[in-house]
């Protein structure tokens, strides 16, 4: 019988009295895989296009690896893809620049549901084989323009004042949220008195309001979790 090939890392299964001659130089190969996802390290540019990352068959490739730094300006929506069916646990930092477009970040499944990483996370995550799910998060910072579109997870610097914006400014709440979801907000320029911050409600209600939210409290710090759909967001803690 000719080799197989494991489900997950893609390691080279050999049979009984086959490859003659060559254990040796497969077996180290394999030992090299499960080096790199025990302990491998990659810096992966997503500035100018998505990225498939690879499991190759008996190969050391660059999706078997333990932690991915993504690096890059981002120039539009990004998308990390590990192939379907292996079931993988990885670090993803996010180490891009977002500071000027504030593009999204997504690492995915090629046909299943990924994680959206909030600006300057680090996070844990895992493929169950269909989708990727989040673990554990080391939640980043994030200092929007005027506008800007929350993902869950995201800790919103909102600066108002004259070394700021100097204007009123909207953070739209994530689309279609998941109970649970949270965005913490921080007024940094203590100005919303003067120039207020709206949260835009995004479809979903907010405080069980169909309504915008306005915050115009200098000094304010709070967190918004999505409860249910009759309630919508709902403060976790107080401004």
């Known amino acids: 019988m000719a080799s197989t090939y494991s489900s997950d890392l893609k390691l080279e299964l050999m049979t009984t009295g086959e490859k003659s001659g060559t254990w040796g130089t497969i077996t180290n190969t394999n030992l090299q895989q499960l080096e790199q996802a025990v302990s491998g390290y990659i810096a992966v540019d997503v500035a100018s296009a998505d990225v498939a990352l690879a499991l190759s068959n008996g190969a050391v490739s660059n999706g078997k690896n333990f932690y991915f730094k993504l690096t890059g300006t981002l120039t539009a929506n990004r998308t990390v893809t590990m192939p379907d069916s292996a079931e993988r646990v990885f670090v993803v930092e ?23 990483l909030p600006v300057a996370s680090t996070n844990l995550v895992y493929s169950d084989g269909t989708n990727i799910n989040l673990g554990i998060r080391n939640k980043g910072y994030v200092t929007p323009g005027a506008t800007y579109t929350a993902v869950n997870g995201d800790q919103v610097l909102v600066d108002t004042s004259g070394s700021g914006i100097g204007a009123p400014v909207t953070i739209n709440l994530p689309a279609s949220p998941a109970i649970g979801d949270e965005v913490h907000f921080i007024d940094s320029g203590n100005n919303l008195a003067s120039n207020n911050l709206t949260i835009g409600r995004n479809s979903s209600n907010i405080l069980g309001v169909a309504a915008d939210l306005i915050i115009s409290v200098n000094t304010a710090a709070f967190t918004l979790v999505y409860v249910n759909a009759t309630r919508g967001w709902a403060y976790k803690d107080n401004i």
């Open 94 to 116: 996010d180490a891009t620049d977002r500071s000027s477009s504030l593009f999204t970040l997504t690492v995915k499944t090629v046909s299943g549901t990924g994680v959206t």
